[in-house]
């Protein structure tokens, strides 16, 4: 069929971000196109830039047809393109059907009032597309998220639409869901429906599109027929290098010796957020967690933080079964945590480098036990000249300091409370690289030290340059343990691959 969508050389930017540059994207009436790429690749920016949601600064959109240039969403769905966002964007407090078809409910002849019987029966026939039954007069907020994202997308669906945009739809479905969003998916490209279906999961979009766009760095790296690439090849292009262009070079030796162990968990899961694993953690090494995005690293990071409570399993710490029951529970247990996005949840940008740095010293003491300002900023100046902190001094704010210098005050404020297990996500993310290397060889020296660090990171490079042991995930599974010669870039992409 021919193409419906035609996007060329468009461009976005945002201060000191350019998140896409000359991309070009075609869909076609009746596939699949699956768009792919790691975080910051620019797959939503695309998506919001498309239809509205973002102005663009450069190129050209062709929508059946003709120019266009929407200036929001609701435009852009009057004019026939339908979107569900990876945020559930729905009113919790209202009923499933009023969510359903909020700013179009169907009212009566005459009247300015709503015809609830039609708006709830044309919910439930919407709802049954997706084999849901539900009670639609309840509050949506009385439902898992799961179900709230399945009604998200039955609202698009209902709309009448050329062009469906899914946007991570089945990070919070389980698998029989996932099948019947396919199974709908699949009927609307026979009615010749143009989708586009961004997502992380390898198998998914091998099972569902025609074809496969990939996105690096806000940048096209190139479209691909889902039938003729394979998984290797696909994560190849979604990470920048070929599989024979590795460097091999580790920093250190790779072998087994650490210390005893700190934390055990057998039969630990969670549904719709990691499948059940085992795994356990040694004083003295670090443990790298590998997989591309949505693969479930920081769902295991999270859960033995106590961020999320698992269904099943049993954990232990130093050969004793304990319950973590939240993060302070967690950092009573020696535990510390540097948080994937360092702005939203690592750093409180108008507190002080001091005050950020003892937030969790301060809180293991407890709140009847406060530090004097002496002790704050003796603690603040140990860890400043410790770390190479580049800063005016203890009082300066930290939101004014570089995102490298940034990051070494999270790591600070954890060393500050003597952790015995540090859980490092992603702590390298957008700093300059010689910062990056300051703290890469700082995570090395303190597992010299003693320390126990879990360490993920989306740069296998750096998982293979810091790890001395690795668990590979796929799809929110632990897959296999990699120790030893097998710590290297080209046995973490095959296992990543493999079926």
């Given at each position: 069929?021919?193409?419906?969508?035609?996007?060329?050389?468009?461009?976005?930017?945002?201060?000191?971000?350019?998140?896409?540059?000359s991309?070009?994207?075609?869909?076609?009436?009746?596939?699949?196109?699956?768009?792919m790429g790691e975080n910051g690749a620019g797959k939503s920016t695309l998506i919001k830039v498309i239809t509205g949601f973002f102005?663009?600064?450069?190129?050209?959109?062709?929508?059946?047809?003709?120019?266009?240039?929407?200036?929001s969403p609701n435009e852009a769905v009057k004019h026939g393109i339908s979107t569900v966002y990876q945020e559930i964007n729905l009113i919790p407090m209202l009923s499933v059907a009023e969510n359903m078809f909020l700013g179009r409910q169907p009212f009566k002849n005459g009247f300015h009032a709503i015809d609830w019987k039609t708006l709830n029966d044309r919910a439930q026939k919407a709802l049954a597309l997706l084999e849901l039954d539900l009670d639609v007069t309840m509050p949506l907020g009385s439902f898992s998220v799961a179900v709230q994202q399945m009604v998200s997308i039955a609202r698009a669906l209902d709309i009448s639409?050329?062009?469906?945009?899914?946007?991570?739809?089945?990070?919070?479905?389980?698998?029989?869901?996932?099948?019947?969003?396919?199974?709908?998916?699949?009927?609307?490209?026979?009615?010749?429906?143009?989708?586009?279906?961004v997502t992380h999961f390898l198998d998914q979009v091998f099972e569902v599109t025609d074809r496969i766009t990939v996105l690096r760095n806000g940048a096209k790296v190139g479209v691909f027929k889902t039938a003729e690439?394979?998984?290797?090849?696909?994560?190849?292009?979604?990470?920048?290098?070929?599989?024979?262009?590795?460097?091999?070079?580790?920093?250190?030796?790779?072998?087994?010796?650490?210390?005893?162990?700190?934390?055990?968990?057998?039969?630990?899961?969670?549904?719709?957020?990691?499948?059940?694993?085992?795994?356990?953690?040694?004083?003295?090494?670090?443990?790298?967690?590998?997989?591309?995005?949505?693969?479930?690293r920081t769902e295991v990071a999270q859960l033995f933080y106590g961020v999320e409570k698992p269904d099943s399993g049993k954990m232990k710490i130093h050969g004793k079964p304990v319950v973590i029951r939240g993060p302070k529970h967690a950092i009573e247990y020696g535990m510390g945590f540097c948080p994937e996005d360092r702005k939203?949840?690592?750093?409180?940008?108008?507190?002080?480098?001091?005050?950020?740095?003892?937030?969790?010293?301060?809180a293991k003491r407890g709140i009847f036990r406060f530090l004097s300002k002496k002790?704050?900023?003796?603690?603040?100046?140990?860890?400043?000249?410790?770390?190479?902190?580049?800063?005016?001094?203890?009082?300066?704010?930290?939101?004014?300091?570089?995102?490298?210098?940034?990051?070494?005050?999270?790591?600070?404020?954890?060393?500050?409370?003597?952790?015995?297990?540090?859980?490092?996500?992603?702590?390298?993310?957008?700093?300059?690289?010689?910062?990056?290397?300051?703290?890469?060889?700082?995570?090395?020296?303190?597992?010299?030290?003693?320390?126990?660090?879990?360490?993920?990171?989306?740069?296998?490079?750096?998982?293979?340059?810091?790890?001395?042991?690795i668990a590979v995930l796929r799809d929110r599974n632990v897959v296999k343990e990699l120790t030893g010669k097998d710590i290297n870039e080209q046995v973490i992409m095959k296992t990543i691959a493999e079926t």
């Open positions: 069929m021919g193409e419906i969508l035609n996007v060329t050389n468009l461009s976005k930017s945002f201060p000191g971000v350019k998140a896409l540059t991309i070009s994207f075609d869909l076609k009436k009746g596939e699949i196109h699956g768009l102005s663009r600064d450069d190129g050209k959109i062709v929508y059946n047809g003709a120019d266009v240039n929407f200036t639409a050329d062009i469906l945009i899914l946007d991570e739809p089945t990070s919070s479905l389980d698998a029989a869901e996932a099948a019947q969003l396919f199974k709908v998916m699949n009927k609307l490209k026979n009615q010749g429906m143009g989708i586009i279906f690439i394979t998984r290797l090849e696909l994560i190849s292009s979604m990470l920048g290098k070929e599989l024979g262009e590795f460097d091999t070079d580790i920093w250190h030796h790779k072998d087994s010796v650490h210390g005893e162990e700190y934390l055990s968990i057998e039969k630990a899961s969670k549904a719709e957020y990691i499948n059940e694993f085992d795994m356990t953690i040694y004083k003295g090494e670090v443990l790298g967690l590998a997989g591309l995005l949505g693969s479930g939203a949840v690592g750093i409180i940008p108008e507190l002080s480098v001091r005050e950020n740095i003892i937030l969790a010293l301060q002790q704050r900023n003796e603690v603040a100046e140990k860890f400043i000249e410790t770390l190479n902190i580049v800063t005016p001094g203890t009082d300066q704010s930290v939101k004014n300091l570089s995102g490298g210098n940034q990051q070494k005050v999270i790591l600070a404020r954890w060393l500050a409370a003597n952790p015995e297990l540090l859980i490092l996500d992603e702590p390298t993310r957008g700093i300059d690289i010689g910062a990056k290397v300051e703290i890469q060889k700082l995570i090395l020296k303190l597992k010299d030290d003693g320390l126990a660090i879990l360490f993920i990171s989306s740069e296998l490079e750096e998982v293979v340059r810091c790890a001395t042991r």
